[in-house]
């Protein structure tokens, strides 16, 4: 230690504190980190206006889970009973062991002795493209969430994973949506059910128009607005839907 200044390893010390305390930091916030909620979405028949749905809810504290549909959706005023298209609806617990399930009314079920998790499997009908159901056919799928998925209660804030699985004859069905996307472009993230349910997806061939907005009070934030279409018109007819669509957003801005 002879001509070196105590000080020098005062701070070294400090800092591999510093650092240990990081590090412990990190493990205690992984280990409490939420398992997230797993979506995944099939489409084996199109044709019959179906599609199926499995959800996986884990880590579940010893208690009964109250699954639900809801029965409205974001920008709608009007009450819609979604659960009513569901079809042949399942519930099985940890390792598909037996649940004990109850309807506890109209779209609530109440599922006892899962063991921790609880595995939900149903298929739903859709046959409108109104954005306020959900619309399936042999050439796309327009979904509004809320109509199309089950969710469970206290797991609201947890992160989403969704995965879609194209029909077995799919040609050129690709994905828009405001959920984030990940490297698989069939597979997107949510952090919360709130975002998760006021996310429509179009699934299936589309051709889409980008503009970019910039906003007047931070002129170097300029979003991009991707406007994807299924549709059978000419790209001149979706030149001018898009265009006014773009006059829409722009005085929105303006207006705001």
Partial sequence: MKGTPVYRHVHLITKSLCLGFVG????????????ELVYQLSFPAPQHRWLEVNVEFSDL?????????????????????FSKNIIDISFTGVG????????????HWEIKDHGGAVHVQYRIFGDRVDGTYLGVDSTHAHLNLPAT?????????????LT???????IDWNVATQLFPTTDP???????????????IEYGPFSQ???????????????????????????EELDLFAESVE??????????
């Fill in 164 to 170: 879609l699985t194209p029909p077995p004859d799919a």
């Fill in 61 to 81: 504290i010893d208690e009964p889970l109250h699954v639900r549909m809801s029965s409205a959706s974001p920008g709608r005023y009007a009450r819609h009973e």
């Fill in 209 to 235: 128009r980008i503009f970019n907005v910039r906003d007047p009070e931070v002129p170097a934030y300029q979003p991009r607005f991707r406007v994807a279409v299924h549709h059978n018109g000419t790209s």
């Fill in 247 to 256: 006059r829409i957003v722009r005085e929105t801005v303006d207006f705001w």
């Fill in 96 to 107: 598909d062991s037996s649940v004990t399930v109850q309807q506890r009314g109209v779209g």
């Fill in 24 to 35: 412990l930091s990190c493990l205690v916030l992984a280990a409490q980190q939420p398992t």
């Fill in 186 to 200: 069939l597979i997107f993230t949510a952090p919360n059910l709130a975002y998760l349910l006021d996310s429509p």
């Fill in 149 to 161: 998925l089950v969710w469970a209660e206290g797991l609201e804030s947890r992160a989403v994973r």
